[in-house]
Antibody, heavy 125, light 108 residues
Framework: EMQLVESGGGLVQPGGSLRLSCAAS????????MTWVRQAPGKGLEWVSY????????HYADSVKGRVTISRDNAKNSLYLQMNNLRVEDTALYYC??????????????????WGQGTTVTVSS | EMVLTQSPGTLSLSPGERATLSCRAS???????LAWYQHKPGQAPRLLIY???SRATGVPDRFSGSGSGTDFTLTISRLEPEDFAVFYC?????????FGQGTNLEIK
């Protein structure tokens, strides 16, 4: 069974740091691009970051750029999100998701087809 | 930066009815690089549609996606009780891979 399990969330003061982890199993992790998505309380989904399967290409949402670093360890089947200088508005449930490429005859498309259950980050004094 | 606007914000329908959800982009979405997700409380989001119109594995054929350019639609032909949830569109053609604000599909 394909599975993603997030960990590392918790309560942190503004300005603090956290490192989120996402452990993958049931599929060949190194072959897939990965993303982080979050949902603040009472709000919608917000895309946070993307990393290619080798880690050579990375993207961030403007809301976290300069404060967050995405990385992966393919030998450990793990994805990470290092979060620094945390703000109250970073309070959210953080999901990792597999960003799968779907091929067709002429083109390819993407979709987040495997998700974890999320880890909660609370930033409060 | 692109903005995705979903409408309506809330849609109240009964089981058996047809649901039509809209997603409008502030600029053209490259190569129909648009996906739809269903999200129920306490669960992880679920991929429904990718490439604007291709159903993901295991998604019932009552779900269909259409559109191109700046206007996209998710249609649920005949609502089942388990379909009620929040639905999001997302573009992945160009970073940032933003989501729309969501449409809450609720039971009338």
């Amino acid at each position: 069974e394909m599975q993603l399990v997030e960990s590392g969330g918790g309560l942190v003061q503004p300005g603090g740091s956290l490192r989120l982890s996402c452990a993958a199993s049931g599929f060949t992790f190194r072959s897939y691009e990965m993303t982080w998505v979050r949902q603040a309380p009472g709000k919608g989904l917000e895309w946070v970051s993307y990393i290619s399967h080798t880690g050579s290409t990375i993207h961030y949402a403007d809301s976290v750029k300069g404060r967050v670093t995405i990385s992966r360890d393919n030998a450990k089947n793990s994805l990470y999100l290092q979060m620094n200088n945390l703000r109250v508005e970073d309070t959210a449930l953080y999901y990792c998701a597999r960003f799968t490429k779907f091929w067709s005859a002429e083109y390819y498309h993407y979709g987040m087809d495997v998700w974890g259950q999320g880890t909660t980050v609370t930033v409060s004094s | 930066e692109m903005v995705l606007t979903q409408s309506p914000g809330t849609l109240s329908l009964s089981p058996g009815e047809r649901a039509t959800l809209s997603c409008r982009a502030s600029q053209s979405v490259r190569s129909s690089d648009l996906a739809w997700y269903q999200h129920k409380p306490g669960q992880a989001p679920r991929l429904l549609i990718y490439g604007a119109s291709s159903r993901a594995t295991g998604v019932p054929d009552r779900f269909s996606g259409s559109g191109s350019g700046t206007d996209f639609t998710l249609t649920i032909s005949r609502l089942e009780p388990e379909d009620f949830a929040v639905f999001y569109c997302q573009q992945y053609g160009t970073s940032p891979y933003i989501f729309g604000q969501g449409t809450n599909l609720e039971i009338k």
